[in-house]
């Protein structure tokens, strides 16, 4: 009897750990922050097609040095509205942003 209750007693801890734990998100009491978008990172994932793996200009210009000739808010409304053959809004937000941003360092 005692080992068919301490059978019972251990399987039922190792199904209730088993269960418990699934809740992975972390509390930070409300100071969460949200990580900024990489710039560069989105840009050569999403830019790379028609202005050059460097930037170097390709189908689209030369983007090496946009710094030197644009301002970030310029660089920004280009994303997001579009110019000449580059359509509008292919990044948007916060990502749109962060491309503007770190393409405004480019000089």
Do not use: Y
């Given at each position: 009897?005692?080992?068919?209750?301490?059978?019972?007693?251990?399987?039922?801890?190792?199904?209730?750990?088993?269960c418990?734990?699934?809740?992975?998100?972390?509390?930070?009491?409300?100071?969460?922050?949200a990580?900024?978008?990489?710039?560069?990172?989105?840009?050569?994932?999403?830019?790379?097609?028609?202005?050059?793996?460097?930037?170097?200009?390709?189908?689209?210009?030369?983007?090496?040095?946009?710094?030197?000739?644009?301002?970030?808010?310029?660089?920004?409304?280009?994303i997001?509205?579009?110019?000449?053959?580059?359509?509008?809004g292919?990044?948007?937000?916060?990502?749109?942003?962060?491309?503007a941003?770190?393409?405004?360092?480019?000089k």
């Amino acid at each position: 009897m005692k080992k068919a209750m301490l059978t019972l007693v251990f399987g039922s801890a190792i199904f209730l750990a088993a269960c418990g734990g699934g809740d992975k998100t972390a509390s930070n009491n409300g100071n969460e922050t949200a990580t900024e978008p990489d710039g560069e990172a989105i840009a050569m994932k999403s830019c790379v097609t028609c202005h050059g793996g460097e930037l170097q200009g390709a189908n689209g210009p030369a983007l090496n040095d946009v710094g030197s000739r644009l301002s970030e808010s310029e660089i920004l409304d280009i994303i997001n509205n579009g110019k000449n053959g580059m359509p509008a809004g292919l990044v948007k937000g916060a990502d749109a942003e962060a491309v503007a941003k770190w393409l405004a360092t480019q000089k």
